[in-house]
């Protein structure tokens, strides 16, 4: 029977052996194989069946699969970062609700939140084009800015603006920028185009700095390329970054923190992922304090440490996430501790 604490060991073995934890769909093969989400060639899910839970099994006993990956101290990533349109994605969220899927499940799959996935079975035709509305209102985002930007914005007067922008601010605008709430863009309206100009004639800020430079402004950051990043603000700057200094950069240089959350779990979690503390956090837990604090903790109680027990990290002990990191599985870091010699911490003290 899949209990919680046995769900959260076969997440962590996973992780040891695969190098990362799962992601939902690949314990769900067979309906991710009918949206295309991996190939036709056999899964290690499907080789080792009798190994893994299901998908249904962990949603059966947990209330979302990030939670699942929390009990066993893994770090959650969307699987598979969102891509697509809005209207493919509906289209997707529509198919696998035919084949029962429930929200959760479907937001998994598409890498959005529970709540997105049901916006997209809910969505409703633009009365402009046709296309799906996700939210609510009578058109889509594009019809819906067309119609409160009269003016005619050319492809040439957007990229002169933005080349204006860069000029003064250093950078290109981003999508953030040409909205009221940016304070130059309103101090100097109507001096700069709008949001919507940009996704009514070019289709968006991407196509705009395609067209500026030929550099895509949200470059696709998997784990080994936002890594990289970091090691190089680190051997540009002497330091870690801190988290403003991820959205000033962002998409640019550097991956945003959201960015990082969704491929480490946060901000932290990528800088240890790179080898390095967070600044101001004093709590390095190597292998030998790992290890000290096993043979401290089975000195008090008797019994190696549960790895339930050590979801979070206190001044007492390392979190699971850390002790697999260093050791590739919680039972090999208790096998360690146990194997190596010396006296136990209480043995020490009797002395």
Same mark, same amino acid.
């Given at each position: 029977?899949?209990?919680?604490?046995?769900?959260?060991?076969?997440?962590?073995?996973?992780?040891?052996?695969?190098?990362?934890?799962?992601?939902?769909?690949?314990?769900?093969?067979?309906?991710?194989?009918?949206?295309?989400?991996?190939?036709?060639?056999?899964? $290690?899910?499907?080789?080792?069946?009798?190994?893994?839970?299901?998908?249904?099994?962990?949603?059966?006993?947990? !209330?979302?699969?990030?939670?699942?990956?929390?009990?066993?101290?893994?770090?959650?990533?969307?699987? !598979?970062?969102?891509?697509?349109?809005?209207?493919?994605?509906?289209?997707?969220?529509?198919?696998?609700?035919?084949?029962?899927?429930?929200?959760?499940?479907?937001?998994?799959?598409?890498?959005?939140?529970?709540?997105?996935?049901?916006?997209?079975?809910?969505?409703?035709?633009?009365?402009?084009?046709?296309?799906?509305?996700?939210?609510?209102?009578?058109?889509?985002?594009?019809?819906?800015?067309?119609?409160?930007?009269?003016?005619?914005?050319?492809?040439?007067?957007?990229?002169?603006?933005?080349?204006?922008?860069?000029?003064?601010?250093?950078?290109?605008?981003?999508?953030?920028?040409?909205?009221?709430?940016?304070? $130059?863009?309103?101090?100097?309206?109507?001096?700069?185009?709008?949001?919507?100009?940009?996704?009514?004639?070019?289709?968006?800020?991407?196509?705009?700095?395609?067209?500026?430079?030929?550099?895509?402004?949200?470059?696709?950051?998997?784990?080994?390329?936002?890594?990289?990043?970091?090691?190089?603000?680190?051997?540009?700057?002497?330091?870690?970054?801190?988290?403003?200094?991820?959205?000033?950069?962002?998409?640019?240089?550097?991956?945003?923190?959201?960015?990082?959350?969704?491929?480490?779990?946060?901000?932290?979690?990528?800088?240890?992922?790179?080898?390095?503390?967070?600044?101001?956090?004093?709590?390095?837990?190597?292998?030998?304090?790992?290890?000290?604090?096993?043979?401290?903790?089975?000195?008090?109680?008797?019994?190696?440490? $549960?790895?339930?027990?050590?979801?979070?990290?206190?001044?007492?002990?390392?979190?699971?996430?850390?002790?697999? $990191?260093?050791?590739?599985?919680?039972?090999?870091?208790?096998?360690?501790?146990?194997?190596?010699?010396? !006296?136990?911490?209480?043995?020490?003290?009797?002395?």
């Amino acid at each position: 029977m899949w209990t919680a604490e046995r769900i959260a060991e076969a997440l962590c073995v996973w992780a040891s052996e695969t190098g990362a934890p799962p992601m939902s769909y690949e314990w769900c093969p067979g309906s991710a194989r009918g949206i295309g989400l991996i190939g036709p060639a056999t899964t $290690k899910f499907e080789v080792e069946r009798e190994r893994w839970p299901g998908n249904t099994t962990v949603y059966r006993v947990f !209330p979302s699969w990030a939670a699942a990956l929390e009990a066993a101290g893994l770090p959650y990533s969307r699987s !598979p970062p969102v891509r697509g349109t809005v209207a493919e994605r509906v289209e997707q969220a529509r198919e696998m609700a035919a084949r029962g899927l429930i929200a959760r499940e479907i937001g998994d799959h598409l890498g959005v939140s529970v709540r997105t996935a049901e916006a997209y079975l809910c969505a409703s035709e633009c009365e402009g084009c046709g296309a799906p509305v996700v939210g609510g209102g009578g058109r889509c985002r594009r019809c819906a800015a067309k119609a409160a930007n009269p003016r005619n914005w050319t492809e040439q007067d957007l990229l002169a603006a933005a080349r204006v922008w860069r000029l003064e601010t250093g950078r290109y605008p981003t999508g953030r920028d040409w909205l009221p709430t940016n304070l $130059k863009w309103a101090a100097e309206a109507p001096r700069w185009p709008t949001n919507g100009a940009v996704q009514i004639t070019m289709g968006g800020f991407q196509e705009l700095r395609l067209a500026l430079d030929q550099t895509p402004y949200n470059a696709p950051w998997d784990r080994e390329t936002a890594i990289a990043a970091i090691n190089a603000f680190v051997e540009a700057n002497g330091r870690v970054p801190k988290k403003a200094e991820w959205e000033s950069g962002a998409g640019d240089r550097y991956p945003s923190s959201a960015t990082l959350q969704r491929l480490f779990g946060g901000v932290s979690a990528a800088l240890r992922a790179a080898g390095h503390e967070p600044a101001g956090d004093r709590r390095i837990w190597g292998r030998e304090r790992i290890i000290e604090a096993i043979r401290t903790f089975e000195a008090k109680h008797g019994r190696p440490p $549960k790895f339930t027990e050590w979801v979070a990290a206190s001044p007492e002990n390392p979190s699971v996430g850390t002790v697999v $990191k260093r050791f590739g599985n919680f039972p090999q870091a208790i096998a360690t501790a146990r194997s190596e010699a010396g !006296p136990s911490p209480d043995q020490c003290n009797d002395a």
